[in-house]
Antibody, heavy 125, light 108 residues
Framework: QVQLEQSGAEVRRPGASVKVSCKAS????????IAWVRQAPGQGLEWMGW????????TYAQSLQGRVTMTTDTSTSTAYMEVRSLTSDDTAVYYC??????????????????WGQGTLVTVSS | DIQLTQSPSSLSASVGDRVTISCRAS??????LNWYQHKPGKAPRLLIY???SLQSGVPSRFSGSGSGTDFTLTISSLQPEDFASYYC??????????FGQGTKVEIK
């Protein structure tokens, strides 16, 4: 069965960096893209960006441009998401999600069908 | 970026009630709209993709409709396990996906 297993909770000081991992199993890692989504306390879901494990292509949310990097290691079927220059606003639960697609007549609709369990990142002095 | 506005932001309902949640997009998105259920401490769960397609394993009391800019998630008969937050999400055009702000369904 498809599983996305994320790394454990992290605590960081403001200005530091954090790197979260997401290990995939139960499917061919390079066949599906990986997205990252976060939820700050009391807030909704925020799409952070996307990476193609096959090509390494990425797109990041404008709000995070310059501070986030997404990578993959196809030898271990693991995706990584790093956020730098952390502030208290980055305190959140971070999720990885597999991106699947619905094939219409000449178009594709993308959606997140499997999710990791979430990683709590706390930024505090 | 495309903005998604959900209404209501929260609602109180009883077991067995019919519940509808709306999601309006700031521009035309055809049927590029998905719905998720999210419970505290759990990963979000895909319910509906492409506006109206039911994800495998999701109970048939959940349904989605709409296209263009206006979409609806309906729960035909609310069950105890359905008390959660619900989010719409768009995947139209180039990758700058967005979620609605969420609708919290609470017990009346």
């Amino acid at each position: 069965q498809v599983q996305l297993e994320q790394s454990g909770a992290e605590v960081r000081r403001p200005g530091a960096s954090v790197k979260v991992s997401c290990k995939a199993s139960g499917y061919t890692f390079t066949d599906y893209d990986i997205a990252w989504v976060r939820q700050a306390p009391g807030q909704g879901l925020e799409w952070m960006g996307w990476i193609s494990p096959r090509s390494g292509d990425t797109t990041y949310a404008q709000s995070l441009q310059g501070r986030v990097t997404m990578t993959t290691d196809t030898s271990t079927s693991t995706a990584y998401m790093e956020v730098r220059s952390l502030t208290s606003d980055d305190t959140a639960v971070y999720y990885c999600a597999r991106e699947d697609r619905y094939a219409g007549n000449g178009y594709y609709i993308l959606y997140f069908d499997y999710w990791g369990q979430g990683t709590l990142v706390t930024v505090s002095s | 970026d495309i903005q998604l506005t959900q209404s209501p932001s929260s609602l109180s309902a009883s077991v067995g009630d019919r519940v509808t949640i709306s999601c309006r997009a700031s521009q035309f998105i055809s049927r590029y709209l998905n719905w998720y259920q999210h419970k505290p401490g759990k990963a979000p769960r895909l319910l509906i993709y492409a506006a109206s397609s039911l994800q495998s394993g999701v109970p048939s009391r959940f349904s989605g409709s709409g296209s263009g800019t206006d979409f609806t998630l309906t729960i035909s008969s609310l069950q105890p396990e359905d008390f959660a937050s619900y989010y719409c999400q768009q995947s139209f055009g180039t990758r700058a996906w967005t979620f609605g702000q969420g609708t919290k369904v609470e017990i009346k």
